[in-house]
C-alpha cells in the first residue's frame, strides 16, 4: 500500500525539525509528503527547503502571510496540499503536524494495520506530552485518532468529505466521528506513541484559556451535558483551576448559543457514544474494577462494524 501526508505548518521553525528528521528516518517512505508553509513569519519555509533539497519526495508550498489564525485556514491550507498528490496513486492518505516525533518504523506499523484490515478507515497512536500520556490520562478511548497523526483510508477520506473547515476547531474530532458514523472502524493502536512537543490548543494562548476553549468546543460539537459533568469533575479533581476553566468554556458557549458546525445525526451519534462510554466506567466503578480509560468504549466500536 501506497501512502501521502500533508503538514500544514505555521511559525513552526522551532520544531519542525524534529518532525523532518523522523520522517526522513521512517522504514516506508511516502510518495509524497507536502508541507504547506501557511504564512510562516519565521524560518519554517526555509528549514523545509533545505530538507526538501535532498530528499525527492518532500515538496514545499507557500502561502501567503495572514494576520488571522483559526482551524479553518489549516483545512484551507491541507486543501492546497492535497491538490498537489490528488493525482497520484495512493491508498491513504495522513494529516501530520508539523511538532511531532516518532519512532523509524511508525509509518510501516500503521500501513500495515491498513494491510490487515479492509474495514480499517482512520488510524493513529495515542501520543505522549509532557508527560501526559493520551492513552492512560483521558477517556477519548481507542476509537479515536488523534489529529497530530491521522491517517485516512482513502475511500473513507472521499466518503467522509475530507476535512470540514470550522474556524473554531475540532476538524479531527469530526473527520473521526463521522468516518465511524458512517461505518468505518476508526483505531488508535496503543503500541506505539508519538510524542507532541507543544501542549495542545496553546500555539499562540496559555493552558487555562485553552481548557476554556475546550469547553465552548465540547458544547458546539454536541457534547452531553451529562458528560461534560463528569469531564470537569475528572479534571478538577487533577487540576482545579483547568476543570472550573473547562466547565465555564461550556456553559459560556450554551448561554451564547454557539452554532453547532455539525449535522444533528452526528450530534445525536455522538452523545450516544458517551453516554454508552459512561455506562461502563459506572459499571466498573460500582463493580470495584479499574477503569481502561483506553479500552473503555472498544466493544461499541466493533459492535458497530
Request: aromatic share 12%; hydrophobic share 40%; net charge positive.
Amino acid at each position: 500500500m501506497k501512502y501521502v501526508l500533508i503538514t500544514p505548518a505555521r511559525n513552526e521553525a522551532r520544531l519542525i525539525t524534529k518532525t523532518l528528521d523522523s520522517m526522513v528516518t521512517q522504514t516506508l517512505l511516502p510518495e509524497r509528503w507536502v508541507i504547506v508553509d501557511d504564512g510562516s513569519t519565521d524560518r519554517t519555509a526555509e528549514l523545509v527547503q533545505s530538507y526538501s533539497k535532498r530528499v525527492p519526495w518532500i515538496e514545499l508550498v507557500q502561502r501567503v502571510q495572514r494576520v488571522d489564525r483559526s482551524f479553518a485556514a489549516k483545512v484551507n491550507a491541507f486543501n492546497i496540499g492535497f491538490e498537489r498528490v490528488s493525482s497520484l496513486p495512493f491508498d491513504v492518505i495522513g494529516n501530520l503536524d508539523a511538532d511531532l516525533s516518532f519512532d523509524p518504523d511508525y509509518l510501516e506499523f500503521l500501513m500495515q494495520k491498513f494491510s490487515e484490515d479492509a474495514r480499517l478507515g482512520v488510524a493513529g497512536t495515542p501520543f505522549i506530552e509532557h508527560g501526559y500520556d493520551s492513552a492512560k490520562d483521558s477517556f477519548e478511548g481507542e476509537n479515536h485518532v488523534a489529529g497530530g497523526c491521522q491517517l485516512f483510508r482513502r475511500q473513507c477520506f472521499e466518503e467522509i468529505g475530507g476535512y470540514i473547515g470550522n474556524p473554531a476547531g475540532g476538524i479531527d474530532w469530526i473527520a473521526v466521528t463521522t468516518a465511524r458514523m458512517k461505518g468505518w472502524k476508526t483505531c488508535s493502536f496503543p503500541e506505539k506513541r508519538f510524542h507532541h512537543y507543544r501542549s495542545l490548543g496553546t500555539a499562540e494562548r496559555g493552558i487555562i484559556a485553552s481548557l476554556f476553549s475546550y469547553g465552548e468546543k465540547d458544547y458546539y460539537l454536541g457534547g452531553s451535558p451529562v458528560w461534560q459533568l463528569f469531564r470537569v469533575c475528572y479534571r478538577g479533581a487533577k487540576h482545579p483551576v483547568g476543570g472550573f476553566a473547562l466547565l465555564a468554556g461550556y456553559c459560556w458557549a450554551a448561554l451564547r448559543r454557539t452554532k453547532r458546525p455539525i449535522s444533528r445525526e452526528l450530534m445525536s451519534f455522538h452523545r450516544r457514544e458517551q453516554m454508552k462510554k459512561l455506562r461502563a466506567i459506572l459499571g466498573a466503578v460500582l463493580r470495584f474494577k479499574k477503569v481502561d480509560n483506553f479500552r473503555v468504549a472498544s466493544a461499541h466500536n466493533r459492535g458497530n462494524l
